[in-house]
């Protein structure tokens, strides 16, 4: 019997009718169902529903399922790959949220996909992530990004010196609000809403992209993703951010940072007729004219 676990986000509650259907339909296939601890609290507190579920998934012990649903949008998925982590787990992403990039799965379409998962017709992309080292300071948390890592000055006016090196050489020092290292997944998070180029998720590349540099002429820059990024941050405020997939915490300025492709990828479960290009035009509405209704 399939095993499938239920990550969600905690501010739905406008969304509820369409977490009642996955969980409706979830128990007309006759799977196992397994939920996470803080959203099955949402569901019976919040939402005064109960489903019937086999278990409970607590991110700090191992737990065995097939597959994941993420009901919510990109941030809950990225949430819910942080708690999958290595274990190859296969994740999809049932939207609730807003633009969906990789939560997906439109409402209309929960019951047509879960039929679909149930027949085993569905196909899967693998999704290179980033990790961050440091040899001073541990990132206290889940130490890798699917989406990007972000090097970013607090709330100063004052900004940042980013001296960044690939392989071993020097390449420039990025005098800015900031740096955002992307996967091709984040190319169309962070690093898109900063210039920085749309990257197919298939492609071997990372893309680095300042946040409103000092100099016009520094560029976004797509690299190899076997490249080794290295960092040294300068900040007159002592201090700076490092932010992975929205997860943050303050660092000291003169810190070294070491940036580079994970040794293991994120699963994402994506329907057959759902393509990165049709993505593209119906998220960002490539190709639409505004002047036609």
């Known amino acids: 019997m399939m095993k499938i676990g239920v990550f969600g986000s905690k501010h739905q509650e406008e969304k509820q009718n369409t977490i009642r259907r996955v969980f409706s339909k979830l128990e007309e296939m006759n799977v196992e169902v397994f939920v996470d601890t803080?959203?099955?609290?949402?569901?019976?507190?919040?939402?005064?529903?109960?489903?019937?579920?086999?278990?409970?998934?607590?991110?700090?012990?191992?737990?065995?399922?097939?597959?994941?649903?993420?009901?919510?949008?990109?941030?809950?998925?990225?949430?819910?790959?942080?708690?999958?982590?290595?274990?190859?787990?296969?994740?999809?992403g049932i939207n609730t949220g807003r633009l969906g990039f990789l939560?997906?799965?439109?409402?209309?379409?929960?019951?047509?996909?879960?039929?679909?998962?149930?027949?085993?017709?569905?196909?899967?992309?693998?999704?290179?992530?980033?990790y961050l080292k440091t040899a001073e300071h541990q990132y206290k948390g889940y130490n890798y990004a699917l989406n990007e890592v972000a090097i970013l000055k607090r709330d100063t006016s004052s900004?940042?010196?980013?001296?960044?090196?690939?392989?071993?050489?020097?390449?420039?020092?990025?005098?800015?609000?900031g740096l955002v290292i992307a996967t091709p997944t984040?190319?169309?998070?962070?690093?898109?809403?900063v210039n920085g180029p749309i990257i197919v998720p298939q492609n071997n590349s990372l893309v680095l992209s300042p946040v409103a540099p000092h100099s016009l002429n520094v560029r976004p820059l797509v690299i190899p993703n076997t490249c080794q990024i290295e960092l040294h941050v300068e900040s007159r405020n002592k201090t700076f951010?490092?932010?992975?997939?929205?997860?943050?915490?303050?660092?000291?300025?003169?810190i070294r940072l070491k940036v580079g492709k994970a040794d293991y990828t994120t699963k994402v479960?994506?329907?057959?007729?759902?393509?990165?290009?049709?993505?593209?035009?119906?998220?960002?509405?490539w190709g639409a004219d505004i002047r036609s209704k």
């Open 103 to 130: 939560a997906d799965i439109s409402s209309s379409e929960v019951e047509e996909t879960l039929d679909e998962i149930a027949q085993n017709y569905y196909r899967i992309e693998e999704r290179t992530l980033l």
């Open 38 to 92: 803080k959203f099955f609290t949402f569901l019976n507190e919040t939402l005064h529903y109960k489903p019937f579920i086999s278990g409970l998934i607590d991110p700090s012990k191992e737990v065995s399922i097939d597959m994941a649903l993420s009901i919510g949008g990109d941030g809950t998925f990225l949430r819910t790959s942080a708690a999958i982590g290595r274990r190859g787990i296969p994740i999809l």
């Open 241 to 254: 951010l490092i932010s992975l997939d929205g997860r943050s915490e303050i660092f000291p300025a003169g």
């Open 186 to 193: 984040g190319s169309t998070a962070y690093s898109m809403s």
């Open 269 to 285: 479960v994506k329907r057959h007729n759902h393509t990165f290009y049709q993505t593209l035009r119906e998220k960002l509405m």
């Open 159 to 177: 900004m940042i010196t980013i001296h960044t090196s690939l392989d071993g050489e020097y390449l420039t020092s990025y005098q800015a609000d």
